[in-house]
């Protein structure tokens, strides 16, 4: 037996067979549910020919058949490949050929899209469609777990679109995956060392959290948190799409305990339905919030908080490239902070390593159990993932620097800070100034070209609804109280909504196309 994320998923569910790992609206799957039907959808697709290293693309909402597609590929050696449902016909077209998928599983709402495309992609040989299609290959084959072995050095790769350019496929090693991406399936200590340490736990683990998973699977976060959750012989509770007053009916229906989110495009709305609500739903076993892709402001933190007295709010650290790194934390002076980690380290353009308390500003970077490679992309690679002195680092885009006790001070993304005038400014912390005025719902802050400076501070922002008619240049003015004046926005665009990604992710292509006239 190995680390490989198959392997531990069979241990777990022998172990623990009637336990409840998912739930989505009538869907309750138990741990021997899951593994024989994935068994039976394995079989399908060895049937239909596909082979150990192949990659099948999964094209599909938060529904039971994406967790089964998922383990499939697993048990058989083949690799999943997320696809954004909301991507366009040339977009798809995109992943379906970069990923070279031979296969794809996709929902009924999405065979228009997918088959438009299918034909400009010959190697796949193979569509199955979510529905009567799916459930008769199903019946067609055996539950039987006769696969072959497995091994630590099988791939899984997550595509991601990150904040700019097109989506890149990370490639992992099962082995790292497991502990940094799933943190050993452990998030409250150590990583656990074997199958035998991660089963036993599992199976102790009798008054587990219960957790609702807001982010489609399709994104990085949701993959580590369901399967983490499995490992750990955990519940999650999926929804299809998201609907805050749906939020909290579930939390009462289901006595969720932690609900996790992507920052302030989801965590807003639950605290607006929250105040709407009027305490009709029972939210007493709430009893934390994550965040993972995008950090909540310091406004809404205090607002849930109020509302939910006792609840935790934590932001997590971590990349599709990294796995999770850390907690981020809040200094009195408004500073983002993660403890020191001997993993998480700081290096210059050249890769060399930044020495803590020196002031520099870097690159923040992870060694140890990192990704192999963006997939079929070696420039990008050798970009993001240099072996230095016989280390394979991920150099993720967030710059930072690190006091002389390792604890690392956040910046911002290295390719979004706005030069203007010979002055650095990360837009996260102006957008995290923007959304302190009670007026502004949400804001993604771009540079804009200025003669004069190169480069300007610009913002989109949505307002809340009965703020229509806020002025930008009051917008502007509230931010001189939370950054430098050569920070503040020189021009606001007000708009209906903010684009984002289904996860959360904010669109800054978008945004700066938005602010390039103004």
């Given at each position: 037996?190995?680390?490989?994320i198959?392997?531990?998923?069979?241990?777990?569910?022998?172990?623990i067979?009637?336990?409840?790992?998912?739930i989505?609206?009538?869907?309750?799957?138990?741990?021997a549910e899951?593994?024989?039907?994935?068994?039976?959808?394995a079989?399908?697709?060895?049937?239909?020919?596909?082979?150990?290293g192949?990659h099948?693309?999964i094209?599909?909402?938060?529904?039971?058949?994406?967790?089964?597609?998922?383990?499939a590929?697993?048990?058989?050696?083949?690799v999943?490949i997320?696809v954004?449902?909301?991507?366009?016909?040339a977009?798809?077209?995109?992943?379906?050929?970069?990923?070279?998928?031979?296969?794809?599983?996709?929902?009924?709402?999405?065979?228009?899209?997918?088959?438009?495309?299918?034909?400009?992609?010959?190697?796949?040989?193979?569509?199955l469609?979510?529905?009567?299609?799916?459930?008769?290959?199903?019946a067609?084959?055996?539950?039987?777990r006769?696969?072959?072995?497995?091994?630590?050095?099988?791939h899984?790769?997550i595509?991601?679109?990150?904040?700019?350019?097109m989506?890149?496929g990370v490639?992992?090693?099962?082995?790292?995956?497991?502990?940094?991406?799933?943190?050993?399936?452990?998030?409250?200590?150590?990583?656990?060392?074997?199958?035998?340490?991660?089963?036993?736990?599992?199976?102790?683990n009798?008054?587990p959290?219960?957790?609702?998973?807001i982010p489609?699977l399709?994104?990085g976060?949701?993959?580590?948190s369901?399967?983490?959750?499995?490992?750990?012989?955990a519940?999650?509770v999926?929804?299809?799409?998201?609907?805050?007053?749906?939020v909290l009916?579930?939390?009462?229906?289901?006595?969720?305990?932690?609900?996790t989110?992507?920052?302030?495009?989801?965590?807003?709305?639950?605290?607006?339905a929250?105040?709407a609500?009027?305490?009709?739903?029972d939210?007493?076993?709430?009893?934390?919030?994550?965040?993972?892709?995008?950090?909540?402001s310091p406004?809404?933190?205090?607002?849930?908080?109020?509302?939910?007295?006792?609840?935790v709010?934590?932001?997590?650290?971590?990349?599709?490239?990294?796995?999770n790194?850390?907690?981020?934390?809040?200094?009195e002076?408004g500073s983002?902070r993660?403890?020191?980690n001997p993993?998480?380290i700081?290096?210059?353009?050249?890769?060399r390593?930044?020495?803590?308390?020196s002031?520099?500003?870097?690159?923040?970077a992870?060694?140890?159990h990192?990704?192999?490679?963006?997939?079929?992309?070696?420039?990008?690679?050798a970009?993001?993932?240099?072996v230095?002195?016989?280390v394979?680092?991920?150099?993720l885009?967030?710059?930072?620097?690190m006091?002389?006790?390792g604890?690392?001070?956040?910046?911002?993304r290295g390719?979004m800070?706005?030069n203007?005038?010979?002055e650095k400014?990360?837009?996260?912390?102006?957008?995290?100034?923007?959304?302190?005025h009670?007026?502004?719902?949400d804001?993604?802050v771009?540079?804009?070209?200025?003669?004069?400076?190169?480069?300007?501070?610009?913002?989109?922002?949505?307002?809340?609804?009965?703020?229509?008619?806020?002025?930008?240049?009051?917008?502007?003015?509230?931010?001189?109280?939370?950054?430098a004046?050569?920070?503040i926005?020189?021009s606001?665009?007000?708009?209906p909504s903010?684009?984002?990604s289904?996860?959360?992710?904010?669109?800054?292509?978008?945004?700066r196309e938005?602010v390039?006239?103004v």
């Open positions: 037996m190995t680390l490989n198959a392997d531990l998923f069979e241990a777990v569910a022998d172990a067979p009637d336990r409840v790992p998912l989505l609206e009538d869907s309750r799957l138990s741990y899951l593994e024989l039907r994935s068994n039976r959808l079989h399908h697709l060895q049937s239909v020919g596909v082979e150990p192949q099948v693309g094209h599909m909402r938060n529904c039971v058949e994406y967790v089964e597609a998922l383990l590929c697993l048990k058989i050696r083949a999943p997320n954004n449902f909301r991507y366009t016909d977009e798809l077209l995109y992943i379906y050929t970069n990923s070279q998928m031979v296969a794809l599983l996709v929902e009924a709402e999405f065979v228009p899209t997918a088959l438009a495309v299918v034909p400009q992609c010959p190697e796949i040989t193979h569509v469609i979510v529905g009567d299609d799916y459930e008769n290959a199903l067609a084959q055996s539950d039987t006769d696969f072959g072995p497995r091994s630590n050095d099988d899984f790769i595509y991601t679109g990150g904040t700019t350019g989506p890149k490639v992992w090693r099962h082995e790292d995956f497991f502990f940094a991406a799933l943190s050993g399936a452990n998030l409250s200590g150590p990583p656990r060392r074997s199958l035998e340490e991660v089963v036993e736990a599992a199976v102790a009798t008054n959290t219960v957790l609702l998973l489609p399709m994104h976060a949701a993959i580590y369901l399967l983490t959750a499995f490992l750990m012989g519940p999650r999926l929804t299809r799409s998201f609907d805050p007053m749906e009916r579930l939390v009462e229906a289901e006595k969720i305990t932690g609900i989110v992507v920052g302030d495009a989801i965590a807003r709305p639950i605290a607006d929250i105040t609500s009027e305490g009709r739903y939210l007493s076993t709430l009893k934390l919030i994550g965040s993972g892709g995008a950090l909540f406004n809404l933190k205090a607002e849930l908080t109020t509302r939910l007295p006792g609840l709010i934590k932001d997590a650290f971590g990349a599709s490239e990294s796995g790194d850390g907690v981020v934390e809040f200094g002076d983002k993660i403890r020191s993993n998480m700081l290096v210059d353009d050249e890769f390593r930044i020495e803590p308390g002031d520099t500003v870097g690159f923040i992870r060694a140890g990192v990704p192999v490679a963006y997939f079929d992309d070696p420039v990008k690679t970009a993001t993932f240099p230095v002195d016989g394979r680092l991920a150099v885009g967030d710059m930072g620097t006091e002389a006790d604890t690392i001070v956040l910046l911002g390719s800070c706005i203007s005038g010979g400014v990360y837009p996260e912390e102006v957008e995290q100034a923007l959304k302190t009670p007026a502004v719902f804001a993604l771009a540079g804009a070209p200025d003669a004069r400076f190169g480069e300007k501070v610009a913002a989109v922002v949505q307002v809340r609804p009965g703020f229509e008619d806020v002025a930008t240049e009051a917008l502007s003015e509230h931010c001189r109280t939370h950054v004046g050569y920070k926005p020189r606001i665009v007000l708009v903010i684009l984002r289904p996860s959360g992710k904010a669109d800054y292509r978008w945004a938005t390039a006239g």
